[in-house]
């Protein structure tokens, strides 16, 4: 139990550090006085330095180990929330939010490595409640966020505290965390999993169920009040419980990720997700009530919860090798693909509203939430190809 806590922990604080700085925006706007428009172009370094870290983190992790990487990337990432926070002006917030975005794109590889290391340690599918994990991170960090907020914190004080938590936690359960020493072995050892990523199409099929879930989520989170303050006639306040619900639901789905993927197996998992979150999603689209929206939403929510989550845990195993470590550079191909959805898809969904409305925008991501079906099957058969490949090889 004590690797599960660990790194359950260590999703947790990769949500918190998320969570503690993105809810500040309007204060850090201020604090570096900078419009709309300008403030975005400087969000563009988290999502750089996102895609840059997630790109090369597979092969950083399968040689450093999972544990020393989560030291170094939680690390920076607490060095960042401390960077962001005392930035006096638009240049320097934008290197600041690369780093943070660096720091967590690794991290998001190296706890998802030490995740399935524990999956397999375990024989139990534990992705989906590890997410959860995460979620409730940024839950916490955006309710501390947002009591700083209230009694007057700057940035500054409010993001160094996050830190000093941050580094304190992690430093309290890092020895615990599986793979703090890479293993290596003498014997040379030959599967499919040591093919360079790219030439495997099940790990381009998994990632497209990554880059699915990654749009269909990016989009209740940007686009959903939106949606119901323009469209479904709900205030700002109330406009706002539609992408908590859809995040509390997703969160008690990932909970018991475990229980529903023993009995019905995670392509299936995946199969009757895709069809939830897209049927949620085209209700949302389609029926001009703001009910329709918040159930819809929340549906979304139960859907996706373990499209992202299952699709690196099947990353991972499609990466595993005869002694039982690997998987590091199958992860990481699969999650730097799947950021691509984070940020092209937001873009892409704001020009589709502007030309035609929200309504037609969450029609598409009815459509991109659906596409993870047929995504799913061919994976598993892409898979069962290998493996009889293999057989027979």
Sequence with gaps: MRDRVAVFIVFALNGLAVGSWATRTPALTAQVHASPGVFGLAL??????????ASVSGRIVERSGAGASVAV????????????????????LAGALFVMGVSIGMLDVAMNVAAVAVERRSGRPLMPVFHAGFSFGALA??????????????PARHLTVAAVV??????????????????????????????APARRPVLWLLAAVALCSAIAEGAAGDWSALLMTAER????????????????????VRLAGPWVQRRFGPTRCLVGGAALAAAGLLA?????????????????????????????????????????????????????????GFLGGP???????????YGVAFLFVALIAALILPAALAARRSRRREETQQVAG
């Design 166 to 195: 941050t580094v304190v936690v992690l430093v309290s359960v890092l020895r615990v965390v599986p793979g703090i020493r890479p293993r290596h072995t003498t014997e040379p050892v030959v599967t499919t999993g040591r093919r």
């Design 233 to 252: 006639g709900a205030g700002p306040g109330a406009a706002a419980l539609a992408f908590a619900g859809f995040q509390l639901v997703m969160t008690l």
């Design 347 to 357: 873009p892409l969904i704001g020009g589709i509203a502007q030309a035609a409305g």
């Design 73 to 92: 990337s939680t690390g920076l990432a607490a060095v960042s929330l401390v960077l962001i926070g005392f930035a006096p002006g638009v240049p320097f």
């Design 141 to 154: 960090g955006s309710l501390a966020a947002g009591l700083a907020a209230g009694h007057g914190w700057s």
């Design 44 to 53: 563009l370094g988290a999502s750089i330095g996102l895609l840059a870290a």
């Design 284 to 340: 949302t689209a389609t029926i001009p009530v703001a009910a329709a929206g918040y159930a819809g939403f929340a549906l979304a929510g139960a859907g996706l919860a373990a499209s992202f989550p299952l699709a690196l845990s099947l990353a991972g195993d499609a990466g595993k090798r005869a002694d039982g470590t690997g998987g590091e550079r199958e992860i990481g191909f699969v999650t730097a693909i799947a950021y691509t």
